[in-house]
């Protein structure tokens, strides 16, 4: 999997736009404001790329020109369910990342194997880096062979030259998963059988409370009916 976002249309830059990415990543809609797609430069002196990585194609950043887009507010970037492919080595996920300017807050990657219920750090970096994009290898050795979230999450710093931007964002053997996760059937009455009409799909393979892995009950509103 490998998105640049050079295939997909640019969005208005200011702070509070709202960009729709499609594909592998999304702007999560329960955050406080979106990544943006672009090119050519932010709008902002002294913070964000001049192009993107590879030049003369796409970038996501977060525009700090805002009082929403700062000041601890947050930007999530979401994939879709994945399984993740972690055999072999140490290099699982890349990405290339641009932190420059004086306002500049905290960039982290994190994922998560129950559905989004909780979320586990990977990776952080913290200030001003320098007019550069940088690589950055993950290891996912440790999640190997299951269903997972990831999200990067940008906060806001306390001025305009807080501007943080991805691109080329690659996995190596991680796949998308298969109907977007796993059906649960609810288990209404707590006899073990679960109700055909009454599901949930969820990137875990965790069986959630009140639910079971089978739709195998006739009536799931008493125990005492069933197969």
Request: with cysteine.
């Amino acid at each position: 999997l490998f998105e640049n976002f050079d295939t997909l249309a640019a969005c208005a830059t200011s702070c509070g736009s709202v960009c729709n990415i499609s594909g592998t990543w999304f702007n999560n809609s329960d955050d406080d404001f979106d990544w943006l797609i672009d090119e050519g430069g932010t709008s902002s002196a002294s913070t964000g790329p001049t192009d993107d990585i590879s030049e003369g194609g796409h970038y996501i950043y977060t525009e700090a020109s805002g009082s929403s887009c700062r000041n601890g507010n947050q930007a999530i970037l979401e994939s879709t369910c994945l399984l993740v492919d972690g055999a072999g080595g140490n290099c699982h996920l890349s990405f290339s990342h641009h932190l420059f300017g004086t306002h500049i807050n905290e960039l982290r990657l994190e994922i998560s194997t129950n559905g989004g219920a909780t979320w586990l750090m990977l990776w952080n970096i913290i200030g001003d880096q320098g007019d550069i994009w940088e690589r950055t290898y993950i290891d996912l050795s440790g999640f190997n062979g299951l269903l997972a979230n990831f999200r990067f999450v940008a906060i806001g710093g306390n001025g305009i030259k807080g501007d943080m931007a991805l691109d080329e964002i690659a996995f190596y053997g991680t796949s998308l998963a298969s109907g977007g996760g796993i059906t649960f059937y609810a288990d209404d009455d707590n006899d073990s059988f679960g109700d055909l009409n009454n599901t949930i799909t969820v990137c875990t393979q965790s069986t959630p409370s009140g639910y079971v892995t089978n739709a195998d009950d006739c009536d799931d509103t008493t125990s005492s009916i069933a197969p």
